[in-house]
């Protein structure tokens, strides 16, 4: 089976198709006292009103791509309900039409099957809901593994971080049977390397990037770290972390543990530049790997910009900082897979957060400003 990176390599370049007005595009005139994210995240057309709009185009040549998405509508994961709802308000956002004005061919998989809270014993305090969010991992690595034979790149949708479980599973196991490794950059206002023993909430979402490194086998967290029968699925040399600026007291001797080295926290992207940060976080990622895997969670970003966010931080990423990390990525190429996370319609502003979800997906897929 060809390797993903290989088969983005020999795809030929399609003309990619730029929508006028739609993503990032801002009106000159526009009336006054409109603040400027007004003016950047508007109320999305329908699927059917973007597609309308492809009439009005120009074109750039770029790679294109096979993208399935995978809906993931878990939230065993947190105390805070509604980023189940996530998947479809970033659909609605118009997710697909987007990203097929770039000129990529998109699928949509259907979400994965989650259980809901209300009809689940909640097991240990201190990991709740833990098997139910395994065994929803596990299907999502599943559906992972098959999306990459079909040559297919990945792009799930949460729901709570919990799920990178299932997706970093999925793509660290399809490459494994190729004999190569993978990265992950984990961007997020928390590290999310809680163990059961650690955590100070038992919310599973804070517990993934712990799992994936297969830290404190004893702790209790061999349900998620085991998926597929062996652990750790990402070495720490690989695991990069971006933009953290809420870290439990535990989380950061668990860092040290883990021997996690690349931790950029927001300090770092204050003082040295996003530019030099993702520099440095793309080549350890890429470092004797086949590529890496983007687990994005809308709580990196101010609340400013993403208001609507499971668990929100200030001080975050801003627009613009965000926009360019994923534009970065674009040009480095080795993208292998990508997920989004704990977007919350529920206390989002007019699915603000959501739209911007998919401006971001759109730059990592490709999308130029000029």
């Known amino acids: 089976m060809p390797a993903l990176c290989g088969i983005c390599s ?102 994965i099957r989650v259980e809901i809270a209300e009809t689940q014993n909640a097991g240990s305090a201190n990991a709740r809901f833990l098997q139910q969010i395994a065994d929803t991992c596990t299907r999502t690595a599943e559906a992972v593994v098959k999306s990459l034979e079909e040559g297919k790149t990945p792009l799930v949708l949460g729901g709570d971080h919990s799920l990178a479980a299932g997706t970093v599973s999925g793509v660290a196991e399809f490459y494994r049977r190729q004999g190569q490794k993978i990265g992950v950059l984990w961007i997020d206002a928390h590290s999310d390397i809680n163990t059961p023993a650690t955590s100070p909430s038992g919310n599973v979402h804070g517990m993934p990037l712990a799992a994936l490194l297969g830290l404190d086998a004893e702790s209790g967290l061999d349900p998620l770290s085991q998926i597929f029968g062996y652990a750790p699925k990402i070495l720490p040399e690989n695991t990069v972390i971006i933009g953290v600026r809420d870290i439990d007291a535990a989380e950061r001797a668990n860092i040290r543990r883990a021997g996690v080295a690349h931790v950029y926290t927001m300090r770092d992207i204050d003082e040295r530049g996003m530019r030099t940060v993702m520099e440095e976080a793309i080549a350890a990622a890429s470092k004797g790997t086949a590529g890496y895997h983007v687990s994005l969670d809308m709580d990196w970003i101010d609340p400013e910009d993403a208001p609507g966010v499971g668990t929100p931080v200030r001080g975050g990423a801003t627009y613009r900082e965000a926009h360019l990390a994923m534009e970065i990525l674009a040009d480095h190429g080795h993208l292998l897979s990508f997920e989004i996370v704990e977007v919350n319609p529920v206390i989002d502003e007019r699915n603000r957060t959501a739209e911007l979800a998919v401006e971001l997906a759109c730059s990592a897929f490709g999308k130029k400003i000029l």
């Open 10 to 111: 020999n795809l030929s370049a399609q003309p990619v198709i730029f929508i006028s007005g739609l993503i990032g595009a801002e009106n000159s005139k526009q009336a006054p006292g409109v603040s400027p994210m007004a003016r950047r995240v508007k109320a999305s057309p329908s699927p059917i009103e973007h597609r309308a709009k492809i009439a009005e185009v120009r074109t750039q040549t770029l790679p294109a791509r096979q993208i399935r998405v995978i809906g993931v509508p878990l939230d065993l994961g947190a105390s805070r309900r509604g980023v189940d709802m996530g998947p479809s308000a970033v659909r609605v956002a118009g997710l697909e039409a987007h990203l097929e004005s770039l000129g990529h061919q998109v699928t949509d998989g259907g979400n």
